[in-house]
């Protein structure tokens, strides 16, 4: 899937497992980052499908450092 991000021109932040697995993959964002992700999850619904996008959560917020969005593979997406 970080190939997939980079290939639609996006750089790839932290990589890690988050304490509590997320059943669907999604797009979250931190404040005023909500168009931001709207975009990242159009992108890359060629290869992930539709993807919800929503609210960074402490936990992702704190795992993805600076960034203002984070995608978040979930267990439908684990294969890839």
Do not use: N, W
């Not at 997939?4 to 790839?12: D, I, P, S």
């Amino acid at each position: 899937v970080g190939d997939e991000v980079k290939r639609v021109g996006y750089r790839l932040g932290p990589v890690d497992d988050a304490l509590i697995p997320f059943a669907k993959t999604l797009v979250m964002y931190d404040d005023g980052q909500e168009r931001a992700a709207e975009q990242v999850a159009e992108d890359i619904s060629k290869q992930l499908g539709d993807t919800s996008v929503q609210k960074m959560s402490g936990q992702i917020k704190d795992l993805s450092g600076d960034a203002g969005v984070a995608v978040v593979i979930g267990q439908d997406d684990s294969q890839l």
